[in-house]
T-cell receptor, first 111, second 117 residues
Framework: LAKTTQPISMDSYEGQEVNITCSHNNIATNDYITWYQQFPSQGPRFIIQGYKTKVTNEVASLFIPADRKSSTLSLPRVSLSDTAVYYCLVGVDNAGNMLTFGGGTRLMVKP | DAGVIQSPRHEVTEMGQEVTLRCKPISGHDYLFWYRQTMMRGLELLIYFNNNVPIDDSGMPEDRFSAKMPNASFSTLKIQPSEPRDSAVYFC???????????????FGPGTRLTVL
């Protein structure tokens, strides 16, 4: 399984753009990159997924360079409600069916 | 669909007692996952099922833990006997069939907060 490395925590202010980078140096050819968000006392929820280049949805953008050894989750104009833990997931098991959550990045948005 | 349903939401028990956590996945989902989350260890995958069959239980901490999925709409995670170090939030998640390298979205339940005294 591709191991991921993310910053443990980040601070930001309301209205700013936040970029969280995840390193996954041993990503495999078939691996997709998926990001989840977890609020306190809730289970993680899917934010965005991509394979290469850029993906954008109503919540975030995901930037993946050509070598795919890292990815950056971009949250535009964050608000206090974006305070959460963000997980980067990469890889499947030999059966092609499993994700592994790393430690995540704890984002604190301040007023 | 109501999403993934877990019960109970909170469980307080004494060391040595048996604890059973329950999960109802989203209808039509072929994969079911059990996770444990603590401050120290983060979110850990314990076991997952595909079409009711356990595929990988390498994350189950020890023999005191067991999981079953008797049918497509129900799974249990049992701890017997429970210990204080088992105190954690236990999440159940489900997803559709995965194709190729595409990792389908996992839908998580609200979790069960277990406290073992």
């Amino acid at each position: 399984l591709a191991k991921t490395t993310q910053p443990i925590s980040m601070d930001s202010y309301e209205g700013q753009e936040v970029n969280i980078t995840c390193s996954h140096n041993n990503i495999a050819t078939n691996d997709y990159i998926t990001w989840y968000q977890q609020f306190p006392s809730q289970g993680p929820r899917f934010i965005i997924q991509g394979y290469k280049t850029k993906v954008t949805n109503e919540v975030a953008s995901l930037f993946i360079p050509a070598d795919r050894k890292s990815s950056t989750l971009s949250l535009p104009r964050v608000s206090l409600s974006d305070t959460a833990v963000y997980y980067c997931l990469v890889g499947v098991d030999n059966a092609g069916n499993m994700l592994t959550f790393g430690g995540g990045t704890r984002l604190m948005v301040k007023p | 669909d109501a999403g993934v349903i877990q019960s109970p939401r909170h469980e307080v028990t004494e060391m040595g007692q048996e604890v059973t956590l329950r999960c109802k996945p989203i209808s039509g989902h072929d994969y079911l996952f059990w996770y444990r989350q603590t401050m120290m260890r983060g979110l850990e995958l314990l076991i997952y099922f595909n079409n009711n069959v356990p595929i990988d239980d390498s994350g189950m901490p020890e023999d005191r833990f067991s999981a079953k999925m008797p049918n497509a709409s129900f799974s249990t995670l049992k701890i017997q006997p429970s210990e204080p170090r088992d105190s954690a939030v236990y999440f159940c998640a489900s997803s559709l069939v995965l194709a190729g390298g595409i990792q389908d979205t996992q839908y998580f339940g609200p979790g069960t907060r277990l406290t073992v005294l």
